[in-house]
T-cell receptor
Framework: GAVVSQHPSWVICKSGTSVKIECRSLDFQATTMFWYRQFPKQSLMLMATSNEGSKATYEQGVEKDKFLINHASLTLSTLTVTSAHPEDSSFYIC??????????????FGEGSWLTVV | AQSVAQPEDQVNVAEGNPLTVKCTYSVSGNPYLFWYVQYPNRGLQFLLKYITGDNLVKGSYGFEAEFNKSQTSFHLKKPSALVSDSALYFCAVRDPGPAGRRALTFGSGTRLQVQP
């Protein structure tokens, strides 16, 4: 199946610094990518929809200035957590749809990125 | 609005026995339904999907799911469970209509524990 690569898998950063997480679709083009956040033993919560060449669409309650999303190409979306705080520590997962022309196509997920803010 | 319910936090089954993980959904129109599996500290792996056609959908690793429109359900099944099937399973729905979200909405997840 299609592959979505996410990097880094694990990252530890100091409070107040920024961290960038990359999401790449390796063998398909993705005009739309999605960023989720997952707390321990909980489900995935959609943070934002990343649209290639345009602004991301954020879910209610997600701070746009804190979670910067850039989708500069058809295979790459990045999530930057700015001025990170310990409460931002979480598992972040990206996903991508493999065919923008067919809304029923499968959405594939990256392996996730563990962020720990100390 | 679209939503998914997984009523069981955990399902326990003995190896070799059949397993069922329950899922019910709510969308305004015809749903697109998905099952994903998550192993510890990993991302989600796609198992199967229902878009249209036969109500019984076969997927990866011997899993299958049955779409039941009248009961708004999409239960995941496997005839004979393996210990390696132990993981967290998520049901997800997407409303493909013009008012629906492009992103998937996930259920709360069901932990499957298969005992040797």
């Amino acid at each position: 199946g299609a592959v979505v690569s996410q990097h880094p898998s694990w990252v530890i950063c100091k409070s107040g610094t920024s961290v960038k997480i990359e999401c790449r679709s390796l063998d398909f083009q993705a005009t739309t990518m999605f960023w989720y956040r997952q707390f321990p033993k909980q489900s995935l919560m959609l943070m934002a929809t990343s649209n290639e060449g345009s602004k991301a669409t954020y879910e209610q309650g997600v701070e746009k200035d804190k979670f910067l999303i850039n989708h500069a190409s058809l295979t790459l979306s990045t999530l930057t957590v700015t001025s990170a705080h310990p409460e931002d520590s979480s598992f972040y997962i990206c996903s991508a749809r493999d065919d923008p022309g067919n809304s029923g196509n499968t959405i594939y997920f990256g392996e996730g990125s563990w962020l720990t803010v100390v | 609005a679209q939503s998914v319910a997984q009523p069981e936090d955990q399902v326990n089954v003995a190896e070799g026995n059949p397993l069922t993980v329950k899922c019910t959904y709510s969308v305004s129109g015809n749903p697109y339904l998905f099952w994903y599996v998550q192993y510890p500290n990993r991302g989600l792996q796609f198992l199967l999907k229902y878009i249209t056609g036969d109500n019984l959908v076969k997927g990866s690793y011997g899993f299958e799911a049955e779409f039941n429109k009248s009961q708004t359900s999409f239960h995941l099944k496997k005839p004979s469970a393996l210990v390696s099937d132990s993981a967290l399973y998520f049901c997800a729905v997407r409303d493909p209509g013009p008012a629906g979200r492009r992103a998937l909405t996930f259920g709360s997840g069901t932990r499957l524990q298969v005992q040797p």
